[in-house]
């Protein structure tokens, strides 16, 4: 059977680490054995150490962006996990500045068969308006969507039904053959939509 | 393919030691203390528009104390794993972002190591974390 692997993308602070720890409980429960592939920009991964801390076999790659400088590390860490742990699932977390496509081309080098499932990006809907502004960093974030396969709009307990439905819609109008879904990871809503949309 | 913009990454790591015991309501707010004060330092340096990301992880021997912040004007998420009072204990901080100098960001960190921590009696050392490493900073540039 052919190697998962699931990109969890989206912009700083989206939610992309809690949303994985939530994933990967989700999965653990369905008997599925889960490793996870972390990249942070500095030397020091925060990120790997929460991932470990949960008890979760975690790879770092750090110093770089896996969606240009470090494609190559990409796909030598999914060999490297494929022949260490031969998981189930790998559950990878790009740094909040990358380009999906661009790691998913980095996936697909690997020379390990793999299964590449749709392309998660999360949205902060608590940072709507300040994400989506093209005169500050806008245009990485609809980068970030138009790339998406499925949109997760998180943090949905933070806010009201209309500022849900108004942000869907631009959503829709930034990728319109994305799906979308409602979740909030922090609060464990709306995983199980994610899970079946993942095909995991 | 490379970014469009230029950011700067900072990682370090420091060992912390406290003369008295932190309890954990103590280490929980000198976490949030600490990520809120670094930020509030940078906006004055950047302004409000930039990008910036801070995380901070701390790991104490039972348990971890994770704070970060997302650009200036969200508040300061904390989630702490610590049941028992902490004397030593490892930070880790990642910092993300733009239009400021690495030195300046250091000095900012530093200043909120040393704001939070002297009032608690906390102490704190850089770990290197590389062996050549001249300094315990690193940093990434993209264009």
Known sequence: ?200 | MKHKFKYLSFGALFRLFFEQQLDTVSSERMMTELVRNMASDFERNMGSGGLLRIKAFLKCPAGYIKADVTGVKKGVFVESTVKERVKRAELAINIVTQEIEKEEVEAIALRAMEKILTPLNGRFSPVKTHKNAAEPWSRVFHV
């Open chain 1, 1 to 200: 059977m052919f190697l998962k692997i699931v990109q969890v993308a989206g912009f700083l602070g989206s939610g992309k680490t809690t949303t994985i720890l939530k994933l990967t409980k989700r999965l653990g429960q369905d008997g599925k054995k889960v490793t996870v592939i972390v990249n942070s920009l500095g030397g020091v991964p925060v990120d790997g150490m929460v991932f470990r801390e949960s008890g979760l076999k975690v790879e770092e790659i750090g110093g770089g962006c896996i969606c240009c400088e470090l494609a190559v590390n990409l796909a030598n860490t999914i060999r490297l996990l494929k022949e260490v742990y031969d998981p189930d699932v790998v559950l990878i977390e790009p740094e909040g500045l990358a380009i999906p496509n661009q790691v998913s081309v980095g996936i697909a080098s690997t020379k390990v068969e793999v299964e590449l499932c749709p392309i998660l990006v999360l949205f902060d809907v608590t940072n709507a308006e300040e994400s989506l502004d093209e005169k500050r960093l806008g245009y990485i974030v609809q980068k970030q969507l138009a790339d998406a396969e499925i949109i997760a709009i998180n943090k949905i307990d933070l806010v009201n039904e209309s500022t849900l439905a108004k942000y869907e819609d631009v959503l829709k109008s930034v990728n319109t053959s994305a799906v979308i879904v409602r979740i909030s990871a922090l609060k464990e809503v709306g995983l199980d939509e994610l899970v079946l949309s993942l095909r995991v």
